[in-house]
């Protein structure tokens, strides 16, 4: 995965990140959050001088309900 993630974003693709996803930042690496997940695909995007979506961006992209439309 560590590979995939920066080939697909280079690509043009969407990604997504977290522990259901991936447990490992690295080889023999266990993340500890989420979030230490997030801030390294962020790093990633950063050098390569691009943009990451919002949570807002992210569930508009997904059409999922979030806090602003919570379900009936």
């Known amino acids: 995965m560590r590979f995939a993630l920066p080939l697909g974003v ?8 977290g522990l259901e996803d991936s ?11 989420n979030a230490e997940q997030v801030a390294r695909i962020r790093r990633i995007f950063s050098e390569l001088s691009l943009d ?3 949570p807002d961006e992210a569930r508009a992209m ?3 309900k979030g806090r602003a439309r919570p379900a009936a």
């Open 10 to 17: 280079i690509m043009g693709g969407h990604i997504r990140v």
């Open 23 to 33: 447990l490992y930042l690295g080889r023999g690496r266990l993340a500890r959050s």
């Open 52 to 54: 990451m979506a919002t």
């Open 62 to 64: 997904l059409d999922l």
